[in-house]
Nanobody, 126 residues
Framework: QLQLVESGGGLVQPGGSLRLSCAAS????????IGWFRQAPGKGREGVSC????????NYADSVKGRFTISRDNAKNTVYLQMNSLKPEDTAVYYC???????????????????WGQGTQVTVSS
């Protein structure tokens, strides 16, 4: 059973940066596409960025293109989300999810994951 744990969230001022980590245990992460999703209070879940199992394909929401970068280190069983130029509207709980047999585009649009982490809070405020 794959288990995912997010970390790296916190409070940051507008324009600042954070790096989120999604650490996996219980199975090899390189069998899975990984997605980062977020949910702000009163809003639905949004696909932020997804990466294929080997890292060859990525997908980004229009709202984060040019500011966020997804990457993975399968040797460390970890996926990262580097978030730069953060805005107040990026405030949300961020979750990572894992899924097999999907494209990154499908995973990010549908928000379907086989395994989910517990989430990490990101707050962008002055």
């Amino acid at each position: 059973q794959l288990q995912l744990v997010e970390s790296g969230g916190g409070l940051v001022q507008p324009g600042g940066s954070l790096r989120l980590s999604c650490a996996a245990s219980g199975s090899n992460l390189d069998d899975y596409a990984i997605g980062w999703f977020r949910q702000a209070p009163g809003k639905g879940r949004e696909g932020v960025s997804c990466i294929s199992s080997r890292g060859y394909s990525t997908n980004y929401a229009d709202s984060v293109k040019g500011r966020f970068t997804i990457s993975r280190d399968n040797a460390k069983n970890t996926v990262y989300l580097q978030m730069n130029s953060l805005k107040p509207e990026d405030t949300a709980v961020y979750y990572c999810a894992a899924r097999t047999g999907t494209t990154v585009q499908t995973m990010c649009v549908t928000g379907i994951g086989d395994f989910w982490g517990q989430g990490t809070q990101v707050t962008v405020s002055s």
